[in-house]
Nanobody
Framework: QVQLVESGGGLVEPGGSRGLSCAASGSIFSVYVMGWYRQAPGKQRELVAE???????YYLDSVKGRFTISRDNDKNTVYLQMNSLKPEDTAVYYC?????????WGQGTQVTVSS
């Protein structure tokens, strides 16, 4: 089992920045990729960014150059730094961790980009 605890959501103005963090605990040795999905009202959940154990990263096209994913293996934590935020980035952001057997999810954190 893997437990994920997210933090960092909130209200931010357009053009602003926000950082999310996701701390993993439990059977973390089995995790080979961690990342973030998001889901906006009325839309499907989409993969925003993910990073493999060997630090290979993927980004959704619309966030490239604005968002950065990183991992601290000592703290078993994955981060998502979001810059130049836009209203269309408003969503619930979910951290996830994938093993060969299962995908685990955080509880989700709301990010609202609005003036």
């Amino acid at each position: 089992q893997v437990q994920l605890v997210e933090s960092g959501g909130g209200l931010v103005e357009p053009g602003g920045s926000r950082g999310l963090s996701c701390a993993a605990s439990g059977s973390i040795f089995s995790v080979y990729v961690m990342g973030w999905y998001r889901q906006a009202p009325g839309k499907q959940r989409e993969l925003v960014a993910e990073m493999t154990r060997d630090d290979s990263a993927y980004y959704l096209d619309s966030v490239k150059g604005r968002f950065t994913i990183s991992r601290d293996n000592d703290k078993n934590t994955v981060y998502l730094q979001m810059n130049s935020l836009k209203p269309e980035d408003t969503a619930v952001y979910y951290c996830y961790a994938r093993t060969t057997m299962k995908t685990y999810w955080g509880q989700g954190t709301q990010v609202t980009v609005s003036s």
